[in-house]
């Protein structure tokens, strides 16, 4: 079983402009909304390909019960634990013609002290069915930035995977928790490291800073340049596959869905990279918060190329 975590659902509105300018009228072309949250996403891309999962969330009230109808109807089994407010929304601008995507995310509402407790209880309660755990995403306003931290350590207490995707602090203190696997992309990397990473191999040696102070595997995400995954027996590197983007979110989640696919299926490091790369390039493909099917799967993973980049075996 994988359990995923989203402490900050969201509604996702994605709109697609033949060009954006700034500080004029932009006529949309075309819009959808989806449930939004990286945790969620990372569910629901596991649940197009069958695998068993279930999405541990915060679920304001004030939305009434849309986010549990909604990954319902996705056959997505979540378990909710109530707070107050309403599910924050986050406008997604996609420039058609630049291929260029501006995110205005809201932070979401304040959790008290009792609900983030509350959270805590029912968390651990699910740890003896978890095979892997992922804590994705951003967290809202009133939880500690140490909340995936503690997560962290207490899995790995109970013998269970764990993997990271978060950002800014919640990311540096996670790491110090030591993950399993952890997925920044390069700007997360960037703020994180205080390094810029203008090449690959600027890349490779940031990542393994990251091994070095324990972080059991790097998954890092470079956007056009593709990834590399990086542990003490080697890097492996993926440039992608050339496809049409007609949306990027979700990308970043579905490459972590297929990391942990690839776990449960017993695959070496870089067929992991490769399954990995094959459900993000597939989400690309698709507008809004729709993900990889097993259709685009299928075409994408003979064109998917993997090479060992460097071996420390």
Request: some cysteine; proline content about 5%.
């Amino acid at each position: 079983m994988i359990t995923t975590v989203t402490m900050n659902p969201c509604i996702d509105r994605t709109v697609h402009l033949k060009a954006f300018t700034k500080g004029a009228i932009n006529r949309v072309q075309r819009s959808r909304t989806d449930i939004g949250g990286k945790g969620i996403n990372v569910s629901v891309a596991l649940r197009n390909f069958r695998q068993d999962t279930r999405a541990l969330c915060l679920d304001p009230m004030d939305s009434g019960t849309y986010l549990t109808d909604t990954l319902t109807s996705l056959g997505v089994p979540c378990i909710m634990v109530p707070v107050n407010g309403r599910l924050r929304e986050n406008l997604k601008i996609y420039d058609d013609e630049a291929g260029e995507m501006t995110e205005v995310n809201e932070a979401g509402t304040p959790v008290d002290f009792s609900s983030y407790k509350r959270f805590m209880q029912r968390f651990r309660s699910l740890l003896a069915q978890t095979n892997i755990l992922v804590l994705s995403g951003s967290i809202p306003p009133g939880i500690p930035e140490d909340i995936y931290q503690q997560m962290i350590t207490e899995a790995r207490a109970s013998r269970v995977l764990t993997v990271l995707d978060a950002a800014g602090e919640p990311l540096r203190r996670g790491i110090e928790a030591c993950p399993d696997l952890i997925k920044p992309n390069r700007i997360e990397m960037e703020t994180l490291t205080g390094r810029k990473i203008p090449d690959l191999d600027t890349a490779c040696v940031e990542a393994m800073a990251l091994v070095d102070r324990g972080v059991g595997n790097v998954c890092l995400s470079l956007g056009a340049q593709g990834a590399i995954y990086a542990n003490r027996q080697g890097i492996w590197y993926s440039e992608g596959t050339p496809i049409k983007v007609v949306g990027k979110q979700g990308a970043g989640d579905s490459l972590v869905a297929g990391l942990c696919i690839g776990h449960l299926n017993g695959q070496d490091c870089g067929e992991m990279l490769r399954t990995g790369m094959i459900m993000a390039q597939g989400s690309l493909m698709r507008e809004g918060t729709l993900l990889c099917t097993q259709r685009i799967f299928d075409e994408l993973k003979p064109k998917m190329p993997v090479i060992k980049y460097r071996s420390f075996a």
